[in-house]
């Protein structure tokens, strides 16, 4: 019997995508320090790994910028770092529309950053994560929906909307089987570094 070698996810063909936590919305999502507990684990774990981010706002000038708790470091396009930049490469990046690929730009983006494995977390599970993630299935994306760093205003709409992205075929896991997933064991370089996130 052939046994793997490699991992589930691999970090360079993975763009982790946090939608939407800002500011005016995160205070009333259900479950809101758990999801930023562990969308910063995400964060950092992406840039351990050395995978790309992208973090969208949706209508900032009325919901305000990513929140204050999230930490990240972004630039305009994956582009604008040389090969001397420290990983990942992040972009943030302002919408309108409810669904990431219904902006042009943002679809552009995903498409320059060659990955064709998304991790997908944020708010709100029923709107913008839903949206996102169905039309990311549609264009033959394999998503990896994040269930412990998403969230809505109210619960029922969360679970309902986990239940009906895994219908579609999204994946839905959780942070630690995101991060232990994008190495194939222990002796991977990156291995502490994630296990003390996690801690």
């Known amino acids: 019997m052939k046994s793997f070698t490699q991992a589930l996810l691999e970090p360079g063909d993975t763009?982790?995508?946090?939608?939407d936590i800002q500011e005016r919305l995160l205070p009333v999502m259900a479950r809101k320090?758990?999801?930023v507990r562990n969308a910063n684990r995400l964060l950092q774990g992406a840039q351990v790994l050395g995978a790309k981010i992208l973090i969208t706002e949706q209508y900032p000038k009325g919901l305000g910028a990513t929140d204050s708790h999230i930490i990240f470091t972004c630039v305009e396009s994956f582009?604008?770092?040389?090969?001397?930049?420290?990983?990942p490469q992040c972009v943030l990046k302002e919408k309108s529309t409810f669904s990431i690929f219904g902006d042009e730009h943002i679809t552009a983006l995903i498409a320059q950053s060659g990955c064709k494995n998304l991790v997908i977390f944020g708010i709100e599970?029923?709107?913008?994560?839903l949206q996102s993630v169905l039309h990311a299935l549609t264009l033959n994306f394999n998503?990896?929906?994040?269930?412990?760093?998403?969230s809505s205003r109210d619960d029922a709409n969360h679970f309902n909307a986990l239940?009906?992205?895994a219908t579609q075929g999204a994946k839905v896991t959780n942070t630690e089987s995101v991060l232990f997933g994008s190495m194939l064991d222990s002796k991977d370089p990156h291995f502490k570094a994630?296990?003390?996130?996690v801690k």
Do not use: G, R, T, Y
């Open 163 to 165: 239940s009906l992205m």
């Open 143 to 150: 998503v990896w929906v994040v269930q412990d760093a998403l």
């Open 125 to 129: 599970s029923h709107v913008c994560i």
């Open 79 to 87: 582009n604008a770092l040389d090969s001397q930049a420290p990983k």
């Open 194 to 197: 994630i296990s003390a996130l």
């Open 15 to 19: 763009l982790f995508v946090c939608i």
């Open 33 to 35: 320090d758990e999801v």
